[in-house]
């Protein structure tokens, strides 16, 4: 089981009409999201709302990389819970940042998610952090490919697999826990145009962000005048940095989400809300305002 960080005492809990004027006035804030904007839409979340694994440690790159066995059982896995994220659609939360990122208050989104349901809410300015699960990359060649042509070869390499799984437990990874199951005859098919090894286009725990995306997304900070956190426990440095780096900036960090964060220490304030009932809330508590573009 992977370990938790301490988290700080909680900010200061705020009314939702305090919030949403402090939003207004320091518009357009840069937001970053996690895993608490998607469970509505029917992907599970990593965490609890003290930080603490639910379940067991995610892929780690070393193990997929290095061993056959880890590989095997990851897209095993994969093939199954890939349904979950294939079918997920935007949920009101979604929608609720894509309509402030129209009206000026909420400006780029920085995303810890891979699943690509701010972007098929309309939200126009998204850094995929993590990368998007509905792409495959090859390790040797480099070649990208969708997600929805390596799931049809996994299906043909393993005929009967999905249709056997009995009553997988889907993960927010995209893969599903099936159980005392035997992965020595999965088929992993290899690299169309180089057989070299493939595997999802996210970051997976041990493997580092890209620089020119971590680039990418400071500079969406340093354009915007405040810095929201959303739904996410921040418990890894990927997300927290823009936290720390706001904070060193001078600009007002707030939270929205169920949990404590690891910004909290941060923070100038939070509202303690689901994701989707807190950001709708604001909304109706917002003054009016033109919409932008």
Known sequence: MARSRPLP???????VARMAQALDA???AM?????????GSG???YRDHRGTWKRGSPMQL???TSHESGRKRYWARSLVGWRTVEQARPNAAHRALAALGARGVVGPVVTQNV???HQAAGSPAVHDLHGRLDRVECLDCGRVIPRAHHQSQLEAA?????AAAQSPRMT??????LGDVDYDDFVVPGCEACGGMLKPAVVFFGETVPKARVAAAFAALQSASALWVVGSSLMVWSGYRFVRAAAAAGKPVYVLGLGITRGDAEARGRVTADCADGLEAIIESLPARAAVG
């Open 26 to 28: 320091h518009a357009p």
């Open 31 to 39: 937001v970053i999201t996690g895993a608490g904007v998607s469970t």
């Open 158 to 162: 393993n005929p009967g697999w999905a």
């Open 115 to 117: 699943d690509g349901l």
């Open 9 to 15: 005492e909680a900010a200061d809990e705020w009314s």
């Open 62 to 64: 070393a193990e997929f």
């Open 43 to 45: 992907i599970p979340d």
């Open 172 to 177: 927010p990874d995209g893969d599903a826990e």
